[in-house]
């Protein structure tokens, strides 16, 4: 044999099992394309024994050419199979990465929770109810009688002004207070009463962080024989301990209403600032959150009710301005605002 066949003989020999062997050891796809290159690539070793093949004698040159064949062939087949191992083992990784149990109940619907206003809307009620007081509803579109006579308050009396509102065709009216379900119950029901009523209520009103166009209220109403201003505040002071499950500063101021006699305003220092002043109290560090008082003769007796006889306190809340005091809500706005990420605070 030639002296340059024996030397092709051994390299390809060599080559084979040295790139068989990084072939098997090989890590990722990538070391397995750098021992491809090397070997079979365009320049790769292959490639040169092959270059050189020229100056073999011709029956040299077939046998060296089967061997390098065979050890092409060889080294494609274990680059395939590794490849092929790389593959399966990438495509396991990524199942078992995404593996998702399709027998698992899928997740429902996001669930919400009752507005902060409609909770103590609801609280109150209950409250009420434990003190033997009905639960009663009243239309939003109101009459002029109910929402204004009924309540002493005739067409030419100055204390419309403060409670301009929404009028519809036909003389009707969007109710600017609960007070006209006092007059329904009243109607409906007679002496003795306990009622409440909360509701929507309208108002032609310049928006601010503390008065809103639509807000929330909750009537109360109680006639019965010898009701006094006492039982009034004991009612008054129960309601305001069971929402804010703490004693909250209250004062009476006289407050006029044509439909009580004595009439109040009762304000609670504000939650918000503690009394030091903040937009919401009108840096006066209390919070008007209700009128009350005696119901007014007239009131008793448009509605069928003799005044010898009977009396009763009412009493009419701000809700939307308690759930601001309870939840320490600073701007009316954003109760209505219709922003989730404000009410999942809640
Ligand atoms: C009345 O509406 C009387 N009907 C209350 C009443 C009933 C007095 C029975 C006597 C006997 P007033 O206008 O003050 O009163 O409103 C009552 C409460 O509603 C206020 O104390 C306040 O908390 C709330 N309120 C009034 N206007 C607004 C407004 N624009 N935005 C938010 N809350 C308001």
Redesign the pocket.
């Known amino acids: 044999m030639e002296n340059s066949a024996i030397m092709a003989d051994q390299s390809i020999q060599e080559l084979e099992s040295r790139s068989l062997a990084r072939v098997a050891s090989a890590g990722s796809p990538e070391e397995l394309e750098a021992v491809r290159v090397e070997a079979l690539g365009r320049k790769g070793a292959l490639a040169q024994i092959s270059k050189e093949m020229g100056k073999l004698a011709p029956e040299e040159r077939a046998r060296i050419g089967k061997l390098l064949n065979s050890a092409k062939q060889k080294l494609e087949e274990a680059l395939e199979s590794k490849k092929r191992h790389f593959a399966e083992a990438a495509l396991r990784a990524r199942l078992d990465a995404e593996w998702i149990d399709l027998t698992l109940p899928a997740p429902g619907p996001r669930r919400g929770h009752l507005h902060p206003i409609t909770r103590i809307q609801r609280e109150l009620e209950d409250l009420f109810v434990s003190l033997g007081f009905t639960v009663l509803d009243g239309p939003e579109v109101e009459t002029e009688y109910h929402n204004f006579d009924a309540l002493n308050i005739p067409a030419d009396h100055p204390a419309r002004d403060?409670?301009d509102t929404f009028w519809l065709d036909g003389g009707n009216l969007l109710r600017?207070?609960?007070?006209p379900v006092?007059v329904r119950g009243m109607e409906r029901l007679g002496p003795p009463l306990r009622m409440i009523a909360p509701g929507r209520t309208f108002?032609n009103?310049s928006v601010d962080a503390?008065?809103?166009?639509t807000?929330y209220?909750l009537?109360g109403m109680m006639i019965d024989r010898d009701v006094s201003v006492g039982h009034l505040i004991y009612f008054m002071k129960t309601m305001l301990t069971g929402v804010f499950q703490r004693e909250v500063t209250v004062r009476l101021r006289p407050g006029f209403?044509p439909?009580?006699e004595p009439?109040f305003?009762l304000d609670i220092q504000c939650l918000i600032c503690g009394g030091a002043g903040c937009p919401v109290c009108k840096q006066s560090g209390w919070v008007?959150?209700?009128?009350?008082?005696l119901v007014h003769p007239n009131v008793l007796r448009m509605s069928g009710i003799d005044p010898e006889e009977w009396n009763g306190f009412?009493?009419?809340?701000?809700l939307?301005?308690l759930a601001m005091m309870r939840y320490g809500i600073d701007d009316?706005r954003h109760l209505q605002g219709g922003d989730l990420r404000f009410l999942e605070q809640f």
């Open positions: 403060a409670q600017t207070h609960t007070s006092q108002r009103e503390s008065h809103e166009h807000f209220q009537e209403f439909f009580v009439g305003e008007e959150q209700l009128g009350c008082g009412a009493f009419g809340l701000g939307t301005r009316i």
